[in-house]
């Protein structure tokens, strides 16, 4: 049959896309009060990052959603204010939201969060 495809014959970042779109998109009502997203952005092409992106922000005004990710394209898509650092230490992990006040001369100078993540200025990372 024409045109029709079954799901071996799709990308791994296709499947991705498809089931992240319908977790995302499903009616208000069926989702969830809290969606935890782990690194969501494998295998996805860079412009379906962007539209990951908006779609988390739309369900965010309603949902709480967590997502981790190491992804700077990803990271891109947010303020600081959405973006809670976790670094590990001797006693485990420290959680810290980023402070967007001292981020402001960075983010002025057309630094994007991602390119302040890759630079180690925000934690995150292996010293």
Not at 92 to 97: I, P, Q, T
């Amino acid at each position: 049959m024409r045109g029709c495809f079954n799901a071996s014959q799709l990308s791994d970042g296709t499947l991705r896309f498809i089931c992240l779109t319908a977790l995302l998109l499903q009616p208000a009502e069926l989702q969830p009060a809290t969606m935890i997203i782990d690194e969501p952005e494998l295998g996805l092409h860079p412009y379906a990052i962007t539209l990951l992106t908006e779609m988390i922000h739309q369900v965010s005004l309603n949902r709480q959603v967590i997502v981790s990710t190491q992804s700077v394209e990803l990271l891109n898509g947010f303020e600081p204010q959405d973006i809670i650092v976790v670094d590990r230490n001797h006693n485990g992990s420290e959680f810290r939201r980023l402070d967007a006040d001292a981020l402001e001369f960075w983010l002025k100078e057309d630094y994007a969060l991602g390119d302040l993540w890759k630079m180690n200025l925000i934690g995150g990372r292996l010293s």
